[in-house]
């Protein structure tokens, strides 16, 4: 097994949504303050993201766009950049209510590992991710399962909510695979799984914990001086 492999499948990232609905008219959201991971993915029109305290706007949101909060970030999620809405003063509708041509649908959750004190691959990642599923690298392999996201949200089927938390387990194990493997981590384990000689190294002490490994051996796995 592969270090990533590993490491996901000891961790064993667990998803819960927490909404699944739309947001109509004016309205400002924020649900940073619960010390855990979390994600939000648009399944239907658009919203903005703001940032320090609503001081910069960094980004608009369309359907099928997903923002990530490895570390809970304070963030706004709102349909204005000049909004004067309190923050999560307007609630959201149902789709059961019918879909409103200019709502916005947003699934939000939030992740963590089966042992909460470990975020060890939390850490592979930045302060906070936008990803463009449209867009590469995220369009080849992401952007299928987001599809299939989008359909669940507005479905009034049983087992929805479960569904939608095992599909978003399955959205952040590719997130953070392609973050790796398009290298787009410079330093740490991310960039040591990216680099081939070093993920020799890894895998070979992943296999085998308990050996009494030195410099030398592992330069000689990883084909490197020592």
């Known amino acids: 097994m592969d270090v990533l492999s590993d490491l996901l499948d000891t961790f064993r990232i667990h998803s819960k949504v927490f909404h699944n609905g739309q947001y109509c008219g004016n309205w400002n959201i924020d649900t940073s303050g619960s010390k855990k991971a979390s994600f939000h993915i648009v399944t239907y029109g658009t919203c903005e993201l703001m940032l320090d ?4 706007h960094e980004s608009m949101l369309e359907a099928g766009d997903l923002v990530l909060f490895p570390r809970d970030l304070e963030h706004q999620l709102t349909n204005d950049i000049h909004t004067t809405i309190a923050l999560n003063s307007v609630p959201s509708k149902k789709y059961s209510d019918g879909l409103n041509n200019d709502s916005t649908g947003l699934v939000c959750g939030h992740l963590e590992f089966e042992h909460s004190y470990n975020n060890v ?3 592979l990642l ?4 936008v990803i463009n599923s449209k867009k590469p690298p995220w369009n080849e392999h992401l952007r299928p399962v987001l599809e299939v996201v989008l359909a669940e949200s507005h479905s009034e089927l049983p087992g929805t ?4 938390n095992r599909l978003t387990e399955v ?11 398009k290298g787009y981590a410079k330093d740490g384990l991310a960039a040591a799984l ?6 020799n190294a890894l895998e070979a002490i992943h296999d085998d914990p308990a050996k009494e490994w030195t410099v030398e051996s592992l ?6 001086s020592r």
């Open 53 to 56: 305290h609503g001081k910069r």
């Open 121 to 123: 691959l939390f850490d």
């Open 126 to 129: 930045p302060e906070y991710l």
């Open 161 to 164: 909510e479960v569904t939608l």
């Open 171 to 181: 959205i952040f194990m590719i997130l953070i695979r392609e973050y790796i493997d």
């Open 194 to 199: 990216k680099d081939e000689r070093m993920r």
């Open 219 to 224: 330069a000689e796995i990883s084909f490197m």
